[in-house]
C-alpha cells in the first residue's frame, strides 16, 4: 500500500439515540466528538437510527393508515352525524 494515501482506520464508538445503544465498531470516519466508554476513549459518532432501533431488524410492526381521508374525516366527525 502506499503511504499517505488511505484515511486512519480506527475503533470508533457509535451511538444510536434512539434505542440507546453503543457500537464499537473500526471505522474510518473522523469526527472532533470524543466520548469515554467501559474505561477507553473513542471518536463518538450519534445515530438516528440503527439495526438496534430499525424495525426491519427490531421485528416490530409500524403500519400507517390505510384509510383514505374521506374514511378518516367520516370516523373523527361520525358523533356530529344528525
Known sequence: M????HPEYQE???HDTNANAYFVIRSTLQTNQTKEYEGKTYPYVTLDISSASHPFYTGEMRQASSD???ANFNK????FKR
Not at 502506499?2 to 494515501?5: A, L, M, S, Y
Request: aromatic share 14%.
Open 2 to 5: 502506499r503511504e499517505g494515501i
Open 12 to 14: 470508533v464508538l457509535f
Open 68 to 70: 383514505g381521508r374521506v
Open 76 to 79: 373523527r366527525f361520525a358523533r
